[in-house]
């Protein structure tokens, strides 16, 4: 008998001292009638404190007026077991989440004398699941985002097609009455084609499926072409535009086009906060290690609260200024980014509102390239290809093609027609696949230019049958909204001889013509 006191007296300590779990005994109105070290530290009352109080005291009043209590009871006394996972509250106000497992406790005649009740407290773990779950949460939206900025880009791209075809048309046609119009015309739709292009770059930054072709370059060559592209948004505001270049080589490591985009961002930019007949300034300078890109204007500033945040996502300065030329918050996002991407920096700064703003670039720099002779063969046959374009842009082919256009966009695809026609070449049209097949019984083709994204039977499939009718003789080109590294190789895989991206430039397809289809023009 005495060893048997002596166990349970044992086990008692025991339970009293565990501190991880609260482990405390009811009696069968639900009054609390032990309490151990765990139960202090989970709930915060001492025993004297608690020892004879309903466990009520535990549950916030929603859950009391609810009778949650007396259910568990219920349940417990019933099953033989009752456990949940919820909010409990501690001494202090507090809500922890709890894991709480009762436990009828009964007499050898199987009399219900009172309940056990465990408690784990696992704040930390609920915490770090919702952490998880609000991460996951974050990032699938993320995704959403990316994917629709992915879709708008690629869809925006279907009717800037047949707009900048018809814009070729009216510059083909050389109506001295409607210059103006169309110079307006061809500057609004280049403005989109690059707030186009910079929303499908924003995508394939944060999917991380840009692709960037860095070698050594000068780096005042995307300079120049970056001023370029922005000294027409300067003309229209009559904003002066200086720049200070050294007059020696500037050498980094750096994809040449995505270089003239942050250039070209940042210069759009200035002018986009500058009002008229503002000033824009671009400078150089090379130190032993970075080549350093500043451009100022004297435009409306920055507010303190907004510099901080400048280089991110869809973030923009004052919307009445910035709505005068478009934006979609963007460009410097894209700077940052493309800045990083080539080992290099870019930071802002400005005195406030009213005093305009500096943006620098800092790009590391490199050795002067082993220089290499000139090829002045080179040199005179990328002279004639010049010639041979703005020829045939303005005239006459040099060759004149079979040519069939396949897309679904009828606007596209019969604008497109025309200026080929326009041009001297044969073309014939279909919206899908199936047409295009049928075709081809009466219609041979030197050359086919396929929209990718065809119904049903889509370009790739397209390119496959054709070349099962004709296996050799034609040649094939792929018209898609997506022009990523991976892309052309799909096309190039698929059987395409070149990739073109929408809105098809018809300079680009000349050339190509030229190179491609020449040989085969010749021969039919």
């Not at 044992?10 to 069968?28: G, Q, T």
């Not at 709505?323 to 979609?328: A, D, I, V």
């Not at 002779?373 to 080179?378: F, L, V, Y």
């Not at 018209?479 to 190039?492: I, K, M």
Request: negative net charge; charged residues 30%.
């Amino acid at each position: 008998m005495g060893e048997g006191s002596s166990d349970e007296e044992r086990f008692r300590r025991l339970i009293e001292s565990v501190k991880d779990y609260a482990i405390f005994m009811l009696d069968e109105a639900g009054n609390v009638a032990s309490w151990n070290a765990g139960a202090q530290r989970i709930q915060g009352y001492a025993a004297d404190e608690i020892i004879g109080a309903h466990f009520s005291r535990f549950y916030p009043i929603e859950d009391i007026r609810a009778g949650k209590c007396e259910m568990e009871l219920e349940v417990a006394a019933r099953e033989g077991r009752f456990e949940d996972e919820d909010w409990r509250v501690r001494k202090d106000g507090s809500r922890y989440w709890a894991n709480v497992i009762i436990t009828p406790i009964r007499d050898e005649r199987g009399h219900l004398t009172g309940f056990s009740k465990v408690t784990r407290d696992l704040t930390e773990r609920k915490r770090s699941e919702e952490e998880r779950a609000a991460r996951l949460a974050a990032e699938q939206a993320n995704r959403t985002k990316d994917e629709f900025l992915a879709m708008l880009g690629h869809e925006l791209r279907n009717p800037l097609a047949p707009i900048v075809s018809a814009l070729q048309l009216l510059k083909l046609r050389g109506d001295p009455k409607s210059v103006r119009e169309v110079q307006i015309i061809d500057r609004q739709v280049r403005q989109m084609t690059r707030l186009v292009d910079d929303l499908l770059d924003v995508s394939r930054i944060s999917r991380g499926k840009l692709d960037l072709n860095i070698e050594p370059i000068d780096l005042r060559e995307p300079l120049a072409q970056a001023a370029e592209i922005a000294i027409p948004q300067f003309e229209s505001k009559s904003q002066r535009f200086e720049v200070e270049v050294p007059p020696r080589e500037l050498h980094v490591n750096g994809d040449d086009s995505r270089l003239v985009q942050v250039f070209a961002n940042l210069l759009n930019n200035a002018s986009r906060y500058t009002p008229e007949g503002g000033r824009i300034v671009m400078t150089v300078r090379a130190t032993g290690r970075e080549v350093v890109v500043e451009v100022r204007d004297d435009g409306i500033g920055i507010p303190p609260a907004l510099l901080p945040r400048m280089f991110e996502l869809f973030v923009q300065g004052d919307r009445d200024v910035a709505r005068t030329e478009g934006g979609l918050g963007i460009g410097l996002t894209l700077v940052r980014s493309f800045v990083e991407l080539h080992g290099g920096s870019v930071s802002a700064h400005s005195d406030g509102p009213g005093h305009g703003s500096r943006f620098w670039v800092r790009l590391p720099s490199i050795a002067a390239p082993a220089a290499h002779p000139p090829d002045t063969g080179a040199d005179a046959r990328a002279d004639a290809r010049a010639d041979e374009r703005v020829a045939a842009a303005y005239g006459r082919a040099r060759h004149q093609h079979r040519i069939l256009i396949v897309d679904d966009n009828e606007d596209a695809r019969l604008l497109l027609a025309e200026v080929l026609e326009s041009l001297g070449h044969h073309v014939r049209t279909a919206g899908d696949g199936e047409a295009a097949l049928a075709l081809l019984h009466e219609y041979a083709p030197d050359t086919a230019i396929l929209d990718i994204g065809l119904p049903g039977m889509d370009g790739y499939a397209l390119a496959a049958e054709i070349r099962k009718v004709r296996p050799a003789g034609i040649v094939l080109f792929a018209l898609s909204g997506y022009a990523q590294p991976s892309d052309v190789a799909r096309a190039t895989a698929a059987g395409f001889d070149a990739h073109l991206a929408k809105p098809l430039d018809v300079h680009d397809l000349l050339d190509h013509l030229e190179r491609l289809a020449a040989p085969h023009a010749d021969r039919s």
